[in-house]
Structure formats: structure tokens, C-alpha cells
């Protein structure tokens, strides 16, 4: 069974629950599955018509979802589904560290959920990983 992973952020919308076990056949419908006993996360991701929010990112399996409008990326039984709300804010970025390079790679190589880095560099959007 596919399984769709919720960051923190997000799971505040689902009472905590991080991880949910769906039977889908394509995002759209391990999505909808979600909002059945989770109405208000629905609102958070998507748009009035239906579309993934600006703001959303879903990955299967770590790749960047093809279909964002309507979500029809199909699912295999052992696929996740990581979906992310960027972040935003701050003015200045402190400069980049050693301490926070090694941080951030060493959670990249320990297989942890594909994650959006905000920018460390004062000035430049960029993902960090």
C-alpha cells in the first residue's frame, strides 16, 4: 500500500498522524483518501479548483510529481508520497557554516524525507540539497 508522509507542519491538520496507508492508484486519489477523515488539511494544499497550492510540493519515491495540476502520477504499492509546505520569511540569512553543510548532508545520506533547505546565502534563493 502506498504511503503518504505529512510534515510536522502539515500534520497538525491530521491530529499528529505523519504517515497514512492508502489503496491509490495516482496521487489525486491517495490525496482524497487523506481529506475523507482530514477535510481542513485540504485546504493547506490545495487551491478552490483543485490544484496544487503554489506553496505544496509532492515527491513520490524522492521525484518531484510531473502532473501538478491534476495529481494523476501514478502510484506503485511501495511508493511514498512526501508532500512539503515551503517556508518562507526572515530578512537576512546568516552566512553558510561548516557545521551547517555537514548537518544538512548527513541528513540527505541518512534517507531521510526529501526536504527543502531555506537558503543560508543573504540574498539568493537556492535549495541547499
Known sequence: MPEVILT???SQQTGGELRHQV???HVREALDQIFVN???LR???????????????????GALVADRRALS???????EVYVLQAVSGGTHAPMRT?????TCELARTAGSAPTHHRSEFAG????GI
Open 38 to 40: 482530514h477535510p481542513l
Open 73 to 79: 502520477d501514478p502510484l506503485a504499492t511501495n511508493d
Open 23 to 25: 489503496q491509490a492508484g
Open 98 to 102: 561548516d557545521e551547517s553543510v555537514q
Open 43 to 61: 485546504r493547506y494544499l490545495l487551491t478552490d479548483t483543485g490544484k496544487l497550492r503554489p506553496h505544496v510540493n509532492v515527491f513520490v519515491n
Open 124 to 127: 539568493h534563493h537556492r535549495l
Open 8 to 10: 510536522r507542519a502539515l
